[in-house]
């Protein structure tokens, strides 16, 4: 077992990816693209794009 310190527990870089992996696979999705729009669909995921400013033409 990984020693976890202040920061909180260390995972690898293998364990990361394996478990987005098993997450997509559930979702039946593909890559992180159709995850991001899956997220924000469903109200999990702000929407963080720039706005212009009030009264900008655009």
């Known amino acids: ?3 976890a310190d202040r920061r ?6 293998a364990t990361v990816k394996s478990r987005i ?3 997509l696979t559930r ?7 159709p995850a991001a729009l899956f ?10 794009a720039p706005r212009p400013p009030a009264g900008a033409d655009g």
């Not at 909180?8 to 870089?13: H, K, V």
């Open 27 to 33: 979702l039946g999705l593909e890559n992180r693209v």
């Open 1 to 3: 077992m990984q020693r």
């Open 39 to 48: 997220a924000h669909r469903a109200g999990l995921a702000a929407d963080t």
């Open 21 to 23: 992996n098993r997450v």
């Open 8 to 13: 909180g527990p260390r995972l690898s870089e």
